[in-house]
T-cell receptor, first 114, second 111 residues
Framework: DTEVTQTPKHLVMGMTNKKSLKCEQH?????MYWYKQKAKKPPELMFVYSYEKLSINESVPSRFSPECPNSSLLNLHLHALQPEDSALYLC?????????????FGSGTQLSVL | KQEVTQIPAALSVPEGENLVLNCSFTDSAIYNLQWFRQDPGKGLTSLLL?????REQTSGRLNASLDKSSGRSTLYIAASQPGDSATYLC??????????FGTGTSLTVIP
């Protein structure tokens, strides 16, 4: 199994809603990532979990909250988002998170904030 | 901070043509470089991974080269097909322990 599974594929939410994005991999990888991608732009790193230790991109607003319940699961909790947060949210994993291993991406969640 | 640039931003070629996509990066202290393919609204698929000690990697009709000292990589696609139409991104992993993605090249192969 070389897949990273993301749910849901599409999400529409209002600015007062709370929602969660989910990501799962069964490749035994110990590093998992959240990226945000706006249209026609490269992915931007939001968060990295490596051996359950979180690294944060300090430019990410606190309305995004990651959670790593175990080494196979990664969630992104969303609260009080703004319309400019509308984007494709991508989850990825790699073996250990060091030395630039091959990255495996999920198919993404297309988020629209109204 | 590492900056990764891809030229051209968009490319349109007739089916069967060989083509080259370019990637340049500003800091040569990298561990590896990866080429990805992305279809519209989808995730990224890793095509080729070149370690910093390697000069090139091949997979089927794809060949990627790396010149670390000059901060350049190329992705060569032989005998292009309409199914190759997608956006191609390169990404470097450098001493800052982070992946830096390029701006992407949008490829259209015309039947």
């Amino acid at each position: 199994d070389t897949e990273v599974t993301q749910t849901p594929k599409h999400l529409v939410m209002g600015m007062t809603n709370k929602k969660s994005l989910k990501c799962e991999q069964h490749m035994g990888h110990r590093a998992m990532y959240w990226y945000k991608q706006k249209a026609k732009k490269p992915p931007e790193l939001m968060f990295v979990y490596s051996y359950e230790k979180l690294s944060i991109n300090e430019s990410v607003p606190s309305r995004f909250s990651p959670e790593c319940p175990n080494s196979s699961l990664l969630n992104l909790h969303l609260h009080a988002l703004q319309p400019e947060d509308s984007a494709l949210y991508l989850c990825a994993s790699s073996q250990t998170g060091t030395r630039g291993e091959k990255l495996f991406f999920g198919s993404g969640t297309q988020l629209s904030v109204l | 901070k590492q900056e990764v640039t891809q030229i051209p931003a968009a490319l349109s070629v007739p089916e069967g043509e060989n083509l080259v996509l370019n990637c340049s990066f500003t800091d040569s202290a990298i561990y590896n470089l990866q080429w990805f393919r992305q279809d519209p609204g989808k995730g990224l698929t890793s095509l080729l991974l070149i370690q910093s000690s390697q000069r090139e990697q091949t997979s089927g009709r794809l060949n990627a080269s790396l010149d670390k000292s000059s901060g350049r990589s190329t992705l060569y696609i032989a005998a292009s097909q309409p199914g190759d139409s997608a956006t191609y991104l390169c990404a470097v992993f450098d001493a800052g322990n982070q992946f830096y993605f390029g701006t992407g090249t949008s490829l259209t192969v015309i039947p």
